[in-house]
């Protein structure tokens, strides 16, 4: 099963999603690509809990991967995607990530430069594809045509990259989907990269003990990558997973944790303070985005706020 994870929540992503799922589908069997909104039938979905639902279905392909293909664009990186991510990277199956995007990110001015804000996309992705230039220019006489049919080369060119080097690592691979022992009462601690505030910092201290923690380091690092790696490490072999949400999405590193730690069977607590609901047709009203929402075993509030779970 190839896995094409990707933003679904505008049109112009879907298209771009579908794009993917059928470059892919034309070099495999059409029956091995799952494309979610599209193989879900989400729009038309109808179920009791459908944020719920759409959980489920999507996790049971997510369990029986070959390889993904996740789309990744900007500094504001889909939430959803970054989980599907982890999970895929927690069982060890190959990840292809492309991306059109051509800006490169750093923690300092003269710092290391990465494809994605957070190095932890680096560190758990088998391969990027950056496609960051626009496609050759034709002769059209319309300027915006003619800008138009550059963008859309580019996708394409980007896109046949991507699929060729996933077919490429999956044949080659020849792996198992496999977790990392966790590690009795270890707790990982992700703060949030935009910064902690005294709340987050007092749930940690009363769901923690010095003994248990192992702390991300990687934002604060003079070598961000390796302190990924580091972090990578500590938090798939960990037992629970406590992630600050904080943010417009879900922070990108701690999407991905949430994904490695869902798959390896370990708890997800989350603290979450500055939700914006979301709401769409049939569904329920969602508090982050629904693949992070699901994982979560827990969601954390300060002392003398109504406790909260899934």
């Keep these: 099963m190839f896995y094409v994870a990707h933003r679904l929540f505008a049109a112009h992503d879907r298209h771009l999603g579908a794009l993917a799922a059928t470059a892919l589908a034309e070099r495999t069997d059409p029956d091995k690509v799952f494309l979610p909104f599209c193989d879900t039938d989400e729009e038309d979905l109808v179920a009791d809990v459908k944020g719920r639902r759409l959980f489920d279905l999507d996790r049971q392909r997510l369990a029986r991967l070959s390889g993904m293909l996740a789309i990744l664009h900007g500094p504001s990186l889909d939430d959803g995607v970054c989980m599907e991510i982890g999970y895929a990277a927690a069982l060890g199956v190959p990840i292809v990530v492309f991306t059109t995007d051509f800006q490169t990110y750093g923690f300092s001015e003269n710092g290391i430069e990465f494809a994605f804000a957070d190095p932890l996309i680096e560190t758990v992705a088998t391969d990027i594809i950056r496609a960051h230039r626009l496609g050759q220019a034709d002769n059209h006489p319309d300027r915006f045509r003619?800008?138009?049919?550059r963008n859309t080369r580019q996708i394409r060119d980007g896109i046949d990259q991507a699929v060729a080097r996933l077919l490429e690592l999956s044949k080659s691979d020849g792996m198992t989907a496999t977790t990392t022992p966790l590690s009795s009462g270890t707790v990982f601690v992700e703060p949030s990269p935009y910064g902690s505030s005294v709340e987050w910092a007092a749930l940690v201290r009363q769901h923690t003990s010095t003994a248990q923690r192992r702390d991300a380091q990687r934002h604060a690092a003079t070598n961000p990558l390796q302190s990924a790696?580091?972090?990578?490490a500590s938090a798939i072999s960990s037992h629970t997973l406590i992630a600050d949400l904080s943010g417009p999405e879900a922070p990108p590193g701690a999407a991905v944790l949430v994904g490695a730690t869902l798959a390896a069977g370990g708890r997800v607590f989350a603290y979450c303070p500055n939700t914006v609901?979301?709401?769409?047709?049939?569904?329920?009203?969602?508090?982050?985005?629904l693949m992070i929402q699901y994982a979560v075993?827990?969601?954390l509030h300060p002392l003398g706020h109504p406790a909260g779970s899934r």
């Design 146 to 149: 003619r800008f138009a049919a």
């Design 229 to 232: 790696q580091a972090d990578w």
């Design 277 to 289: 609901w979301t709401f769409a047709h049939g569904r329920e009203p969602n508090w982050r985005n």
């Design 297 to 299: 075993d827990e969601r």
